[in-house]
């Protein structure tokens, strides 16, 4: 079973720094990552997807990295803003599957 | 363009109590997901249909969760009757159900679920 691990659990920063969260996973067999953002009381909203043979996606300020070899995934948020504060999902899905298995997400406060 | 609609966005019961959230997707997405979110945790899904047929409802109580999406467009998700425990988010998603390639996901606010 996919195992989803995000880490920390929580971060806050004063605004204008960058942010740099972490997403792992047990089994490298992926068909591709997306990270979502959710906000208190809402749905999530896809931030980027990467596929399984893409390395990097890029959206504004925000920067996302996948590792498949060592199970990780890295996402870059530069210079942040209040707005930024939100929590952050990792998901992978399997080779060729639906299915999106979830890590616990980072909740991010960002200070004005 | 509309996205998921769900209802009610919070619902207070009494255990052993019945409830049912209803959700409809983004007109055209065929595909339609459940998922519960429990606090401090990410969604896990509980069911998924493709237009009106359940092509995976492995994660679902049946001993007390069903859900039904008789017309392929909007569902239900009912619980009878509810426990304590089933206090959480419970969130719908759609996507258009592309076979083959990457099949995003659309969620909705999610109805907040508190049984006392």
């Known amino acids: 079973k996919q195992e989803v691990t995000q880490i920390p659990a929580a971060l806050s920063v004063p605004e204008g720094e960058n942010l740099v969260l972490n997403c792992s996973f047990t089994?490298?067999?992926?068909?591709?990552l997306q990270w979502f953002r959710q906000d208190p009381g809402k749905g999530l909203t896809s931030l980027l997807l990467?596929?399984?043979?893409?390395r990097e996606q890029t959206s504004g300020r925000l920067n996302a990295s996948l590792d498949k070899s060592s199970g990780r995934s890295t996402l870059y948020i530069a210079a942040s803003q209040p707005g930024d504060s939100a929590t952050y999902l990792c998901?992978?899905?399997?080779?060729?599957?639906?299915?999106?298995?979830f890590g616990a997400g980072t909740t991010v406060t960002v200070r004005a | 363009e509309a996205g998921v609609v769900q209802s009610p966005r919070y619902k207070i019961i009494e255990k052993k109590q019945p409830v049912a959230f209803w959700c409809n997707p983004i007109?055209?997405?065929?595909?339609l997901y459940w998922y519960l979110q429990n606090l401090g945790q990410g969604p896990e899904l509980l069911i998924r249909y493709e237009n009106e047929e359940a092509v995976d409802d492995s994660q679902l109580p049946k001993d007390r969760f069903s859900a039904e999406r008789l017309k392929g467009v909007d569902s239900t998700l009912k619980i009878q009757p509810a426990e304590l425990g089933d206090s959480a988010v419970y969130l719908c998603a759609s996507s258009l159900g592309l076979a083959g390639e990457v099949d995003t996901q659309y969620f909705g606010p999610g109805t907040r679920l508190t049984v006392l």
């Open positions: 089994d490298s067999a992926i068909y591709n």
């Open positions: 007109s055209g997405h065929n595909t």
């Open positions: 990467i596929q399984s043979s893409q």
């Open positions: 998901a992978v899905s399997p080779t060729n599957d639906y299915k999106l298995s």
